[in-house]
T-cell receptor
Framework: AQKVTQAQTEISVVEKEDVTLDCVYE???????LFWYKQPPSGELVFLIR??????QNEISGRYSWNFQKSTSSFNFTITASQVVDSAVYFC?????????????FGSGTKLNVKP | DAEITQSPRHKITETGRQVTLACHQT?????MFWYRQDLGHGLRLIHY???????NKGEVSDGYSVSRSNTEDLPLTLESAASSQTSVYFC??????????????FGPGTRLTVT
């Protein structure tokens, strides 16, 4: 069965600290896609990144970086030099190709509090 | 700019009433989805559609129905609202392009309270 686990329910950091949000997934399929979304206090869901299972290259976008490791079924998200505007709930999601094409399974989310 | 809208943004209804939540997208996406968001559960898929006249049940479809008569709209109906359906509802859409799973773009959400 497909499953996404975000074990960190809530994390608090002080501005400028680095923080890593963990995402562990389960799937029977060898082809799948992983996603991260941000939900700020205003409530909308903002797409951050998509990664497919054949591309294990890490990605960096400004202060954001993602580490995809198939060996540990993890797709972790790091924010470098965090800012107050990074305060949000972050969701990891999985969609596999064979059994649940285009259907997203979301983790329960990690709430990040960045304090000034 | 293309967008996805939901209405109403807030709704209070009584147990047993039928409620319809609207979702309209101007992305011209074939795929559309309805989720509910509850504390501790993330987002859970209610129904989805891959095109006009196509609808499918998701993980938590009991008590809900959808219909797709055009590309732009996927209304979600609660046949007989129950207190357990108090939640925030999100509509989403995505590109359909064969073998690639694309990101979903979400509407602003509808907060539904069933009293």
């Amino acid at each position: 069965a497909q499953k996404v686990t975000q074990a960190q329910t809530e994390i608090s950091v002080v501005e400028k600290e680095d923080v890593t949000l963990d995402c562990v997934y389960e799937t029977r399929d060898t082809t799948y896609y992983l996603f991260w979304y941000k939900q700020p206090p205003s409530g909308e869901l903002v797409f951050l990144i998509r990664r497919n299972s054949f591309d294990e290259q890490n990605e960096i976008s400004g202060r954001y970086s993602w580490n995809f490791q198939k060996s540990t079924s993890s797709f972790n998200f790091t924010i470098t030099a965090s800012q107050v505007v990074d305060s949000a709930v972050y969701f990891c999601a999985l969609s596999d190709y064979l059994y649940n094409f285009n259907k997203f399974y979301f983790g329960s989310g990690t709430k990040l509090n960045v304090k000034p | 700019d293309a967008e996805i809208t939901q209405s109403p943004r807030h709704k209070i209804t009584e147990t047993g009433r039928q409620v319809t939540l609207a979702c309209h997208q101007t992305w011209n996406h074939n795929n559309m989805f309805w989720y509910r968001q509850d504390l501790g559960h993330g987002l859970r898929l209610i129904h989805y559609s891959y095109g006009v006249q196509d609808t499918n049940k998701g993980e938590v479809s009991d008590g809900y129905s959808v219909s797709r008569s055009n590309t732009e709209d996927l209304p979600l109906t609660l046949e007989s609202a129950a207190s357990s359906q108090t939640s925030v509802y999100f509509c989403a859409s995505s590109v359909a392009s064969g073998s690639i799973i694309h990101e979903q773009y979400f509407g602003p959400g509808t907060r539904l309270t069933v009293t």
